[in-house]
T-cell receptor
Framework: ETGVTQTPRHLVMGMTNKKSLKCEQH?????MYWYKQSAKKPLELMFV???????ENNSVPSRFSPECPNSSHLFLHLHTLQPEDSALYLC?????????????FGSGTQLSVL | GESVGLHLPTLSVQEGDNSIINCAYS??????FIWYKQESGKGPQFIID?????DKRQGQRVTVLLNKTVKHLSLQIAATQPGDSAVYFC??????????FGAGTRLFVKA
């Protein structure tokens, strides 16, 4: 167990569905991240939160909506997704939102959009 | 632009041999480099890091080498074991909180 837990592990949804991904970190970290991992592509940073405040929205389409109710929990709300959004969505945390911080990742949610 | 790339997409080594995974980066301003290991069904896990004021850093069975002159990073794994089979990512940090990941190298360990 890495200390970062993601649910569900697998999700299949239609293009008209609304679903949410959940992430919880048990490390006492102050920063949390959403990354997208597609086949044969580098990890792409989507969103960054520091102490529940969003500090980065990396040109992500509005059909992805993050929520950070407290420093331990992070959600990614999904609606009207496209098939090209199928990917592994990884949550990560770091102790602080500063440079030279290593990331602690969850196991990810494998998302398939039909 | 900024980019972190890997020279080889796959690497196959015999169990017990040493493995060397290479990485090139393009941003000379990068000052912190990290290697992550991703096993099947899991997220990336931190292996070792190095700051730009160092050339070499050793961990348990792993060594990271940094050559700033040619902007090259490598990960050496000693006495490679079947449990080392995974995808390895190099990553760089240019200051701030953004970490840029490379495409990854898949390491196969033959018994």
């Amino acid at each position: 167990e890495t200390g970062v837990t993601q649910t569900p592990r697998h999700l299949v949804m239609g293009m008209t569905n609304k679903k949410s991904l959940k992430c919880e970190q048990h490390l006492g970290h102050n920063a949390m991240y959403w990354y997208k991992q597609s086949a044969k592509k580098p990890l792409e940073l989507m969103f960054v939160y520091s102490l529940e405040e969003r500090v980065e929205n990396n040109s992500v389409p509005s059909r992805f909506s993050p929520e950070c109710p407290n420093s331990s929990h992070l959600f990614l709300h999904l609606h009207t997704l496209q098939p090209e959004d199928s990917a592994l969505y990884l949550c990560a945390s770091s102790q602080f939102l500063i440079t030279n911080e290593k990331l602690f990742f969850g196991s990810g949610t494998q998302l398939s959009v039909l | 632009g900024e980019s972190v790339g890997l020279h080889l997409p796959t690497l196959s080594v015999q169990e017990g041999d040493n493995s060397i995974i290479n990485c090139a980066y393009s941003n000379s301003a990068s000052d912190y480099f990290i290697w992550y290991k991703q096993e099947s069904g899991k997220g990336p896990q931190f292996i070792i890091d190095i700051r730009s004021n160092m050339d070499k850093r050793q961990g348990q069975r792993v060594t990271v080498l940094l050559n700033k002159t040619v902007k090259h990073l490598s990960l050496q794994i000693a006495a490679t074991q079947p449990g080392d089979s995974a995808v390895y990512f190099c990553a760089e940090n240019t200051g701030g909180f953004k970490t840029i990941f490379g495409a990854g190298t898949r390491l196969f360990v033959k018994a």
